[in-house]
């Protein structure tokens, strides 16, 4: 099956993008809680149990694939049904292959019995990294909680090839499930956890019911899937706002009503896909932020159709909000920039924060103005629902972030992981020491840093000797020699003091409370005092040092 977006969301499984946690720690770990696992905010994955056998499985909206690399798993029991399959992913060039085979599967608290999936042998990847992540990362399949009858998929392949009972063994393992449990909903429900965040959501996948703590989204406005009949989860949205004013918005010629554009909400996308206009628009409202044209900044992980990046200040939050028809959703600043550490040039290693909100190329350019990600998914409840005979397919949002608090969330966060990491570098000196390898021309003070060290060097030593006033005078003998007269009458005094003290203290002599002598102290004196001495600042360049 080929994927319509660019970007093939299998790479996304087989890639493991930097992400830095609040503790500054960036070892590969996952968090646990609600039966959804969140791999360093890049991916969401569930517990699927094949066979007697669990491993990890990325939570997909955009497919109806179902499958796991077999290769490092080992036998277990299912049944081969004599049926190959190939997916293919974003320009083809990626491919998956394997036998198709049927066994029990456990998945989100169900268990079906006899279910059709995908038993990859072949993994076709640039770089060939796809069997040694399963083995390292414990990421070996995926699961589609997309529309079922999807071109191409194991139902079609199991019909076209004349097996038994092919559309029920082989529909998605979600239609299966509620088949099991007709008086439930046909609908499945998310919360994303943001790693790095203890006071942001906590994951959760629900099948057929709600999260009775999230319950309250029953009456949230159902978002049509739109156009009608559409196969993917694609809704209506008004645009986005910075600080309450919207941003203006090339709308696509794709059949959208005036003043609406298509959003698609996938799961099995990281970040956020964008118009490339729309994303300057953003980041261009965000005080301290750069823009970056075709650099080599990394990109903190996520994929872009560009070279180009907003740099922001790591501690500068924004007001963003996503708007629907009289509802509008904040985005929590952790989700707007994305921090990464990277050894610059000059070899020196950094914390960098870069836009989440990417130009997705043709993927926004098409069929849709926006594909959001995890980094909006994050933020709300979101429930999906296939509809029934009475009510077409929708999705409900329920808002997961409050503004107020999340800005006091993101300060606190931000602000100890540049504690625990290499220093920040501001916006423009960064752009600049990639662009010509020099981090400043005008002095510009590093954000978020506690000792802004605006020059490291001596003033002194800014001019050469040979520079003169505007009068033509050269001042440099002449200092020079006034300190040097300075000092000498200064241990002539000193020596005379100590004769005078030798004199008095001499035996059979009686002290007298004659005057003292108090010497005038120059104003460059007090540096040859040892407790004013200039000692050579610590290097700014030492990546690991608090500040």
Known sequence: MILSATLPLFLLIFTQPLFVAADGSSERRHIYDGGVSNNKNTRYTATVNIGGKSIQATLDTGSTDMWRVTKLMGADSFTDLGVTQEFFYGDGSTTIQGGIVTGAITFGGHTVHQQAFLNVTVVCLPQNKGLDNCKSDGICGLVGLGFPDFPGDISDALTKANKTDAQRVGQPILQNIFEQCP???QFFALSFSREGDPQGPTAQLDIGKYNPALESVRDEPKWSVYPKGKKSWNILAKGMSVDGKSIPWVVNQDGA????IIVEVDTGTPGWFLRLEMRDSI?????GAAFAKDSKIGSGGYWRA???LWVVPCTQPAN???DFEGRSYPIHPLDLSTVT???????????VCVNTLTNGGSMVNGTKDMLVGDSFLRNVYAVYSFGDDNEDPYIQLLSQTNADKANDDFMAVRKQLLANGPPELAPEDLIRLYQTGSSSS???????????LASNKDLSSSASPSDTSSGGINWGPIVVGLLAANLLVVLILVAVSILNFMRRDQPGRTRSAGPTYAPVR???????QADHLELPVQPYSDPYTDH
């Open 257 to 260: 009503p005036k003043g609406d």
């Open 442 to 452: 005008d002095g510009t003070k590093s954000p978020g840093n506690a000792n802004d």
């Open 183 to 185: 008086g439930d909903g």
């Open 306 to 308: 560009d070279n180009d």
């Open 522 to 528: 120059g104003k460059d004196e007090g540096l040859l």
């Open 283 to 287: 980041y261009s409202r965000i005080p």
């Open 320 to 322: 963003v909000t996503v």
């Open 341 to 351: 550490y990277q050894v610059g040039p000059d070899n020196v290693n950094r914390t």
